[in-house]
């Protein structure tokens, strides 16, 4: 099986950096996803990845250690609509290929 | 027009009774997926299909069937609704097809909120 942690809850500042982070223990690792969702609102895919470093994607960026079994999603100039929730999903190899969703970071961003 | 519908959007019933959640799609992928989200829980797979003729449970597919009438049609039942399934419910496709990195990401649903009285 796969376990999936993320903190439940962060509170930062318009305007500010914010670091999420996601760490996972999975026999054959195939990816990792992380997923932006509103509330009330269908999830929505932020980015992908599969080998070690950093993705940058404008104001957001992933970074995955698989040595580690730790990845982060970084949010540059935080606005107010950035406050969500923000999955994290690991993809394991062999079986369904099917990715293992986290519980979740609800990140509440104020002025 | 949205990609992937799910209908109804909201929908209150009674225990007992039975429920068909809908889900269509026109992204034209061949998996679709069946979740269910509560409050702390995170998204939790239900059922999921990797083609027309194929259907598989997922984590938590007790109390849940469902039918893949057509690639772009899945439906997900609850044949006889009980409180604990009160939930919101999202469809998802995906293109195993797709290739390159983010292969298989998912696309979701607007989601459906059940009530289950």
């Known amino acids: 099986g796969q376990n999936i942690d993320q903190p439940t809850e962060m509170t930062a500042t318009e305007g500010a950096i914010v670091q999420i982070n996601c760490t996972y223990q999975?026999?054959?690792?195939?990816?990792l996803f992380w997923y932006q969702q509103h509330a009330g609102e269908a999830p929505t895919f932020l980015s992908y990845?599969?080998?070690?470093g950093l993705e940058e994607k404008g104001r957001f960026s992933s970074f995955l250690s698989r040595s580690k079994g730790y990845s982060y999603l970084l949010l540059k100039e935080l606005q107010m609509k950035d406050s969500a929730s923000y999955l994290c999903?690991?993809?394991?190899?062999?079986?369904?290929?099917?990715?293992?969703f986290g519980r979740g970071t609800s990140l509440i961003v104020h002025p | 027009d949205a990609d992937v519908t799910q209908t109804p959007r909201n929908r209150i019933t009674k225990t007992g009774k039975r429920i068909m959640l809908e889900c269509s799609q026109t992204?034209?992928?061949?998996?679709m997926y069946w979740y269910r989200q509560d409050p702390g829980l995170g998204l939790r797979l239900i059922y999921y299909s990797f083609d027309v003729k194929d259907i598989n449970k997922g984590e938590i597919s007790d109390g849940y069937s469902v039918s893949r009438q057509a690639q772009a049609k899945f439906s997900l039942s609850l044949e006889s609704a009980i409180p604990n399934q009160t939930a919101l419910y999202f469809c998802a496709t995906s293109d195993s097809l797709a290739g390159g990195p983010g292969t298989d990401t998912q696309y979701f649903g607007p989601g459906t909120r059940l009530t289950v009285l």
């Open positions: 990845n599969v080998l070690d």
């Open positions: 999975t026999s054959g690792f195939n990816g």
């Open positions: 992204k034209g992928h061949d998996r």
């Open positions: 999903a690991v993809r394991a190899s062999g079986g369904s290929y099917i990715p293992t």
